[in-house]
């Protein structure tokens, strides 16, 4: 675990250890390159904001390396900084989690990982398959589709003519994530459904009028 939080490291280690798991630390994105190099972990949760090289620097690291490109990537943080994210959201990881996340909770995912490890993605990469499927799912009737990843929630944004659509969204994104998840588990994401729902005439409506005050202020 890559945490300058070391209270963190304390909290899960005994919870970690009692579930099979042996936890190394770093507090720096120097001293995790050091720590990877000495043993290669089966699993690394790491927090983007790390002190003397970040965790886009130590992904980048891990990318060059055959030994440790393979090694699944768990995401954990809060960070709401676009720079810092945007860093790491270019190199692929397994997981994505946000804190605060009980130790239990994290025992569970990295099982999942390690069932799992070649499962990779970037969150640009994980957007863009969600906004497939929601395509795919809906005949293309929500419109202006965007998926974002906020603070470790899927949020889809869009317009729509019917309530049941916005549903067969919601499917789509759920079942996407199922699977790309263990058929295990149950998944827990926390997805926001911002679609506008409005008849298709008052859109009409709508752009008719865009159109005539446009047209007013150009006489």
Request: charge should be negative.
């Amino acid at each position: 675990m890559a945490d300058p939080d070391e209270s963190l490291h304390s909290l899960y280690r005994e919870p970690l250890l009692q579930d099979g798991f042996e936890l190394a630390t770093a507090v720096s994105g120097l001293e995790c390159i050091a720590r990877l190099r000495e043993c290669v972990p089966d699993v690394l949760v790491l927090e983007p904001r790390l002190p003397w090289g970040g965790g886009d620097g130590v992904l980048a690291m891990m990318g060059e390396l055959p030994e440790l490109a393979s090694v699944p990537v768990m995401v954990l943080t809060s960070c709401r900084d676009s720079h810092v994210m945007e860093g790491v959201s270019r190199f692929p990881i397994s997981d994505y989690q946000v804190k605060p996340l009980a130790p239990d909770r994290l025992a569970v995912r990295l099982r999942s990982l390690l069932k799992h490890p070649r499962l990779r993605f970037t969150l640009a990469e994980q957007n863009g398959r969600l906004e497939c499927s929601i395509a795919r799912r809906t005949g293309g009737r929500v419109y202006d589709l965007r998926v974002e990843t906020i603070d470790g929630r899927i949020v889809v944004r869009g317009r729509s003519d019917s309530h049941h659509v916005k549903q067969l969204a919601l499917a789509a994104v759920l079942e996407a994530l199922e699977a790309s998840q263990s058929q295990s588990e149950t998944v827990e994401v926390d997805v926001e459904m911002d679609i506008e729902v409005a008849p298709a005439d008052n859109w009409q409506t709508r752009r008719c009028a865009l159109s005539e005050t446009r047209a007013e202020s150009l006489r």
